[in-house]
């Protein structure tokens, strides 16, 4: 195997052994959610998504508890104050510690470690050996790693006092990283605090106010209806090249939400919508530039045409973790086609708002339900929108038109009528001009933060590499040999 290697040499008093060997390995489950009297109960039950950002060692519930009636009529289990739980599905990796009796769902394998192993010693391991595990997870939909292949993960055994004296160390260490790790937040928080106030500047006109005092601009009204027709006189040879000409249409372009907050902006500028400046939407027949509700089924990989997730647009534009479909399923679902160069959004969810650039270099692709994409005029500046829809003008705009729904979420038509300022082109083009020469520098800093953020996380790594090879603290010759602690876990009782 490539980590741990067996083979490696520990020092004297350690031992390699098997998780199965040095404790109690148990599963979790849910009950039924139709059974109401199985919930909000007094035992803690959690699930591998309330540890989602959760950065602490100890866990003494999740989001929602179980009754003891729903413990009992489920495969759950009550576990002992002190057990590892590792999440071993969607995703693999998460650690914590209980630190009262808790139980969990299917999407853990909980370890409750024998007396003379600490438990402590166990979390680090784990935290260690994320990609180990993951990569001996199996799976076709999601992975996962099943009871079986987490007993048999290997683990080095030193004596009882050196598992404390190494997590000790580990944890010295560790404050200190973890303090500059704080400060590169807080270096990386300001300095969206200052492209924020860029893009404040830019979309009030302060950026281009000395252009605008030396030429005497137009309203952009002119530009806006200029847009417009350009899009009815697409929209009407669309309809000529179609079954639906003898039904006659009519575009529709929504009015501006007024009971949203606008600020003011200079005389040459206007306020006008979203889909006024926007391009000729995919067969606007059908109004709008929906998402495909594609199915787990659908995915092949053996496809030719991708399928851009939110995932893919969370910071700018990634191919990790890129899926693909069938040239045939995309000609049923090809009316939620992007091309390259189009705007996607998130629509729903925790990364609603966000903003990404389908590239050039990609050939056409497939958005699902949870993403919107918008297709920019040639008349107008792209870059000046996707400027604006990262500004906190328009997240407050979005914010306002979500605020009732249960989770933050919005639609074709609402994106449709959210407004936005327009100046004349040739002030767009400056305005893109003057942010990219004032965030040019801040993106050059906040990439070497990234690159310093990482050499923080390798460094941790190697700490834990060295812990777990007996290399961080020094061994005690009178400590009880690793072996011995071995013999007495056999003879301990099963908890689970």
Request: charged letters at 25%; proline letters at 6%; hydrophobic letters at 35%.
């Amino acid at each position: 195997m490539s980590f741990p290697d067996l083979k490696d040499e520990l020092p004297e008093n350690w031992v390699w052994t098997y998780l199965k060997d040095i404790g109690n390995i148990a599963s979790g489950g849910t009950p039924s959610t139709q059974v109401q009297d199985y919930y909000n109960g007094e035992v803690a039950w959690l699930t591998p998504a309330d540890l989602t950002r959760y950065n602490k060692k100890f866990i003494s519930h999740g989001k929602r508890n179980i009754s003891n009636l729903g413990l009992n009529n489920s495969s759950a289990k009550l576990l002992p104050e002190g057990t590892v739980l590792f999440s071993s599905r969607a995703p693999i990796g998460y650690v914590v510690i209980s630190s009262n009796p808790i139980s969990t769902n299917q999407g853990f394998k909980n370890f409750i470690p024998s007396e003379v192993i600490f438990n402590e010693y166990v979390y680090y391991y784990f935290k260690y050996s994320k990609e180990y595990i993951e990569s001996i997870a199996s799976g076709t939909t999601f992975k996962e790693v099943s009871s079986r292949v987490f007993a048999n993960i290997p683990i080095p055994i030193p004596p009882l006092p050196e598992q404390h004296r190494i997590v000790a160390k580990i944890e010295e260490l560790f404050i200190e990283l973890d303090a500059g790790v704080a400060a590169l937040k807080k270096a990386k928080s300001m300095l969206e605090t200052y492209r924020q106030a860029v893009l404040k500047a830019a979309f009030e006109g302060r950026l281009t106010k000395e252009i605008r005092q030396k030429n005497d601009f137009k309203s952009a009204r002119e530009l806006i209806n200029k847009i417009k027709n350009q899009k009815k006189d697409q929209f009407e040879i669309e309809l000529k090249l179609t079954a639906l000409k003898s039904k006659p249409q009519k575009i529709k372009f929504p009015d501006l939400i007024l009971n949203i907050s606008l600020y003011q902006i200079p005389n040459s500028w206007e306020w006008t919508t979203i889909f006024s400046i926007s391009g000729k939407l995919p067969n606007a027949i059908v109004d709008g530039p929906f998402g495909s509700n594609l199915k787990n089924s659908d995915y092949n990989e053996n496809g030719t045409v991708p399928v851009i997730s939110i995932t893919n647009i969370d910071e700018g534009y990634s191919t990790e973790k890129l899926r693909f479909i069938t040239q045939e399923k995309y000609e049923t679902v090809k009316r939620s086609s992007v091309c390259p160069g189009d705007i996607l959004m998130a629509k729903i969810g925790s990364s609603y708002g966000k903003v990404g650039v389908y590239p050039e270099e990609m050939p056409t692709g497939i958005i699902p339900a949870n993403l919107l994409k918008i297709t920019v005029s040639p008349l107008f500046n792209k870059d000046y929108l996707i400027y604006y829809l990262q500004s906190r003008y328009f997240k407050k705009h979005l914010d306002y038109i979500t605020k009732s729904t249960a989770q933050p979420a919005f639609n074709v038509s609402m994106l449709r009528a959210l407004p936005i300022p327009v100046p004349l082109r040739q002030e767009q083009d400056r305005i893109v001009f003057e942010i990219n020469k004032r965030l040019i520098k801040a993106k050059e800093i906040d990439n070497q933060l990234d690159e310093v953020f990482i050499h923080y996380q390798c460094i941790k790594q190697s700490i834990l590499k060295q812990a777990f090879s007996g290399k961080l603290v020094p061994q005690n010759p009178d400590d009880e040999p690793a072996e011995k602690l071995l013999e007495r876990i056999k003879l301990e009782p099963k908890i689970i």
